[in-house]
C-alpha cells in the first residue's frame, strides 16, 4: 500500500520523533509511506488533490486529530489517527475544534491512543466507541553519540566556572511553546542555586519550526528571564543522539509541561538510567510512579524538595532508576509498537 502520513513536524519535537518512528514501522512491513508536515496544507481539499495524484495513495495516518486530522476528513480512502497529547488534553475544550474532531474520529477507521487516561478522555468528550481506540504506548530506542564531549556541551550551554564538571545538571527537555512552560521552575531553582551553586538548570529544545519561532513572544520572555537569573541556562538544541548522552550524563531530567500526551523525553530518561522529576499533571502521572519509577512535584517549591531528596538519598535515585528502566522494558517496547502499526495499517486495505 501506498500511504500519506500527515503530523505537526516541528524540527526535534516529540510528535516528529514519533511520526518518523511510525513510518519506519510501515515502511518496514513492505508499504510506501509518505510523511508530510500538516502545516503545509491550508485546507482539506488540498490533501484530497495530493491524494488523488497518481501514483494515488492507497490510505492515509494522522497524528493530531486537529491539526493533521482535519485535513482527512474529504479524502476518498481509508485513514486511520494517532492522538498527539494537545488535541485531547487541550484543543477538545474548544468546541469549533471540537466539533472537527469529532467528525475525524467518526470517519476514522481506527485510533491510537498512548495511554488509557487518553483513551478514556478521548471518549468522554469525543466518541464513546470502544473498539475503534486502541492503545498503544509509545516504544522507545535510544542511542547516544559516542564522541560527545560533556564539558564543551556545558560551556557551550553558558555553564562557567572552575569546577564545571562538578555541577548538578537538572536538563529540562523542552520547545520553548506555552504547553512546555519552560519558566515555570525558573524563579524557584535560581533561589536554591544561590543556596547551592553547584545545582543549575539547563533548558534544552527547539525554538523554532523551520525558520519561524514556535512563539516569538515567549522565546524572547524565556532568553530575558534565563540572562538575568543565576543558575538557569538555555541552549540551543542538538540531535537526538546528541541529546541522549546529554541525558545520559545530567543528575535528572526535568519536564515541567502544562499538558502532556505522553513524553518521549522522560521514558528516553529511564531508558538511558537517568531520575525524572515531572510536573504532576495526568500525562505525566501515566507513565512516572511517584517515588517508584520517578518523582512527582505539583509546584516550584515542591520540585525543589523533591530533587533535594534525589540528592540526599542514594536509595532512592537507586530506585527510580532501577524501576524506571524496567518499566521501559516492560511497557514501552520499539518491537510491539511495530507489530501493532503493521496490523493496523492492514486493516486501511
Request: proline share 5%.
Amino acid at each position: 500500500m501506498r500511504l500519506l502520513f500527515l503530523a505537526p513536524l516541528a524540527p526535534k519535537t516529540g510528535n516528529h520523533t514519533t511520526a518518523e518512528r511510525i513510518r519506519v514501522h510501515i515502511e518496514s512491513a513492505g508499504h510506501t509511506c509518505e510523511l508530510r508536515d500538516a502545516a503545509e496544507f491550508q485546507s482539506p481539499a488540498e490533501v484530497t488533490n495530493l491524494i488523488s495524484q497518481k501514483p494515488a495513495f492507497d490510505g492515509a495516518l494522522a497524528i493530531h486529530l486537529f491539526k493533521a486530522g482535519r485535513h482527512l476528513l474529504d479524502i476518498p480512502v481509508p485513514f486511520g489517527v494517532i492522538f498527539g497529547g494537545t488535541d485531547i488534553n487541550e484543543d477538545v475544550k474548544v468546541e469549533k475544534k471540537r466539533v472537527v474532531m469529532q467528525q475525524v474520529l467518526l470517519k476514522a477507521r481506527f485510533a491510537v491512543a498512548f495511554t488509557n487516561k487518553l483513551k478514556e478522555e478521548a471518549e468522554l468528550f469525543l466518541l464513546p466507541q470502544r473498539n475503534k481506540i486502541f492503545v498503544q504506548p509509545q516504544g522507545i530506542k535510544t542511542e547516544v553519540t559516542k564522541n560527545f564531549c560533556w564539558t564543551e556541551f556545558l560551556r557551550s550551554s553558558g555553564v562557567r566556572g572552575d569546577h564545571v564538571d562538578e555541577a548538578r545538571v537538572f536538563l529540562l527537555v523542552c520547545g520553548l511553546r506555552r504547553v512546555k512552560d519552560p519558566v515555570y521552575l525558573v524563579e524557584a531553582f535560581s533561589g536554591w542555586h544561590h543556596e547551592d551553586p553547584l545545582n543549575v538548570l539547563v533548558i534544552i529544545g527547539p525554538k523554532s519550526s523551520g525558520h519561524v519561532l514556535m512563539d516569538p513572544v515567549l522565546t524572547l520572555e524565556v532568553e530575558a528571564l534565563v540572562k538575568r537569573t543565576a543558575g538557569v541556562f538555555l541552549t540551543q538544541e542538538r540531535s537526538q543522539q546528541e541529546l541522549h548522552a546529554a541525558m545520559k550524563r545530567c543528575f535528572a531530567v526535568v519536564n515541567s509541561s502544562i499538558s502532556e500526551g505522553m513524553s518521549a523525553a522522560i521514558l528516553e530518561a529511564m531508558d538511558l538510567e537517568v531520575p525524572v522529576l515531572a510536573r504532576d499533571i495526568p500525562g505525566n502521572a501515566a507513565v512516572v510512579q511517584h517515588g517508584f519509577t520517578g518523582l512527582l512535584y505539583s509546584s516550584p517549591q515542591e520540585f525543589v524538595h523533591q530533587s533535594q531528596r534525589l540528592l540526599s538519598d542514594p536509595e532512592l535515585r537507586e530506585r527510580v532508576v532501577r524501576n524506571g528502566k524496567l518499566y521501559v522494558e516492560a511497557h514501552h517496547s520499539s518491537e510491539h509498537e511495530r507489530e501493532t502499526y503493521r496490523q493496523l495499517v492492514d486493516t486501511l486495505r
